[in-house]
């Protein structure tokens, strides 16, 4: 990797850069954590320094997961600010959401790279197909449940977004128009569960990638480049309340099909690197 020109070094900086803004408006516009921008980039950027196919995937899933992490609690931050979060929900839901956690870092120990793809291409394919699809009158319920086995929700969410590193909000967004939420409140909720997603994944897949760490380029903790955070993080995070007021101001169906189209694009992304 020391022999990668600097010409291309600094191109695949800027790259990193300007995923990182498109990352971060993301991440405030949809409450998700914008990973479905930063885990592509990085792809290609860990492609093109040489990174080994049998950590490349994990990698980009661990350091898209730091890199929205300062920019998912700022995004939250902004949402909370307009009343729409639903704070027992998010309370609720994290001591599941960490377990699903936890059982995904381990899992990227020991599973090859196109696992954490497919599991990309099929979540996001069913989240788009609801928000593109779906009619109002669809309903798991009128309100959310309220006995202890609706934790389990949190439980899926933190184990899908382990596993793709992007659609722990997408997820979460889902189940909550499923049960009667409002659009706004539902992305504003699923911003809140993103942070607990985001800070125990990172410290998931560090740990995960300890035993691989001869495999993995230099100034990587486990499974999470020091200096993929460095450049995305801080743009993403300054990044993420103009797209959280922008949510706020758009209708409730244009949000819902911008949602769904962004999540379609992003899984024929990752089907095409699975073909080529």
């Keep these: 990797m020391l022999g990668v020109p600097v010409d291309q070094l600094l191109l695949l900086a800027t790259a990193i850069l ?5 990352a971060g ?3 405030g516009l949809f409450g998700v954590g914008g990973g479905v921008v930063a885990v592509p980039v990085l792809y290609e950027v860990f ?3 040489g990174v080994p196919d049998a950590v490349h995937m994990q990698l980009c899933i661990g350091t898209s997961l730091a890199i929205m992490a300062p ?3 700022r995004s939250y931050l902004a949402h909370r600010a307009t009343g729409a979060v639903l704070t027992e929900v998010v309370r609720q839901w994290t001591p599941a959401v960490i377990l699903g956690i936890a059982i995904g870092s381990l899992v990227a120990t020991v599973a090859p790279g196109a696992v954490f793809k497919i ?3 099929v979540i996001a394919a069913i989240i788009a197909g609801k928000l593109l699809f779906a009619r109002a009158h669809w309903r798991l319920g009128d309100d959310l449940p ?13 184990l899908m977004a382990s596993l793709t590193g992007v659609s722990g909000g997408s997820l979460c967004t889902m189940v909550l128009t499923l049960y009667g939420r409002p659009i706004h409140q539902a992305v504003a909720t699923s911003a809140g569960i993103v942070v607990p997603i985001t800070l125990a994944g ?13 495999l993995l380029p230099p100034l990587s903790v486990g499974f999470v480049s020091l200096i993929g955070f ?24 244009v949000l819902e099909v911008a949602f769904g189209l962004f999540l379609l694009a992003a899984a024929l992304r990752f089907l095409a690197s699975l073909i080529v």
């Design 202 to 214: 990172t410290l998931g897949y560090a740990i995960a990638g300890l035993p691989h760490q001869a």
């Design 18 to 22: 300007a995923g990182g803004i498109v």
């Design 146 to 158: 309220k006995h202890p086995l609706a934790r389990l929700y949190g439980l899926a969410v933190g």
């Design 230 to 253: 460095a450049l995305m993080a801080p743009v993403s995070s300054l990044a993420s309340p103009y797209g959280a007021r922008l949510a706020h101001a758009l209708p409730k169906r």
């Design 71 to 73: 920019t998912n609690i």
């Design 119 to 121: 599991a990309f291409i």
């Design 47 to 49: 492609r093109i320094l």
């Design 25 to 27: 408006v993301l991440a």
